[in-house]
């Protein structure tokens, strides 16, 4: 068991659909990470939350719109996505964006794109 | 890229023998971690390393690190089964404030 839930575990969606991703911690982690995983690939950082306040957002298309409404909770927006965003979501979390910590990942997001 | 490199991309052994991955990095950094990943689930964090120190043990891990040849060795001993996954290093570089993750390293183990 992880300390971070993500849900849904698996999502399909068409291009058309508007669908959330979220994650959750409460291990009081100020800093949460949302990384995309495709497939045989490392983790790519999309957007870091620091204090619930955005800290750094990798170019990540507009379609992607991360919320962080507390401490403990972070999404993911998804509209009018593109075949090509099929992949792992990943959520993560550390106790700051202060570095000599480890993150604590979630078991992430299935997404599929029709 | 800010992204590290490891070798192999891909290893297989027989369950009791030991595997070495290695990790290739391009900048300063504070620290290096290791992390593995199961088929299908989330990242588990292994070990950390920080800058000064050189080796660093975490039961039938070992982790070593040389940042002259900015390059770490992660070492599995007496392998079991369970071990088989992908691994990945990631970087803490110095003034940035997220991770930077190797190319990763699929391990599996026969039994």
């Known amino acids: 068991d992880t300390e971070v839930t993500q849900t849904p575990k698996h999502l399909v969606m068409g291009m058309t659909n508007k669908k959330s991703l979220k994650c959750e911690q409460h291990?009081?982690?100020?800093?949460m990470y949302w990384y995309k995983q495709k497939a045989k690939k490392p983790p790519e950082l999309m957007f870091v939350?620091?204090?619930?306040?955005?800290?750094i957002n990798e170019s990540v298309p507009s379609r992607f719109s991360p919320e962080c409404p507390n401490s403990s909770l972070l999404n993911l927006h998804l509209h009018a996505l593109q075949p090509e965003d099929s992949a792992l979501y990943l959520c993560?979390?550390?106790?700051?964006?202060?570095?000599?910590?480890?993150?604590?990942f979630g078991d992430g997001t299935r997404l599929s794109i029709l | 890229s800010q992204q590290g490199e490891e070798d192999p991309q891909a290893l297989s052994i027989q369950e009791g023998e030991n595997a070495t991955m290695n990790c290739s990095y391009k900048?300063?950094?504070?620290?290096l971690q290791w992390y593995r990943q199961n088929s299908g689930r989330g990242l588990v964090h292994l070990i950390l390393?920080?800058?000064?120190?050189r080796e660093k043990h975490s039961g039938r891990l070992r982790v070593t690190l040389d940042t002259s040849k900015k390059s770490s060795s992660l070492l599995i001993t007496a392998s079991r089964a369970a071990d088989t996954a992908s691994y990945f290093c990631?970087?803490?570089?110095?003034?940035?404030?997220?991770?930077?993750f190797g190319t990763g390293t699929r391990l599996t183990v026969i039994p």
């Open positions: 390393i920080r800058s000064n120190e």
């Open positions: 990631a970087t803490d570089q110095t003034g940035a404030n997220n991770l930077f």
């Open positions: 939350y620091s204090y619930e306040k955005l800290s």
């Open positions: 900048t300063s950094i504070n620290n």
């Open positions: 993560a979390s550390r106790p700051t964006q202060r570095q000599n910590q480890p993150q604590h």
């Open positions: 291990m009081g982690h100020r800093a």
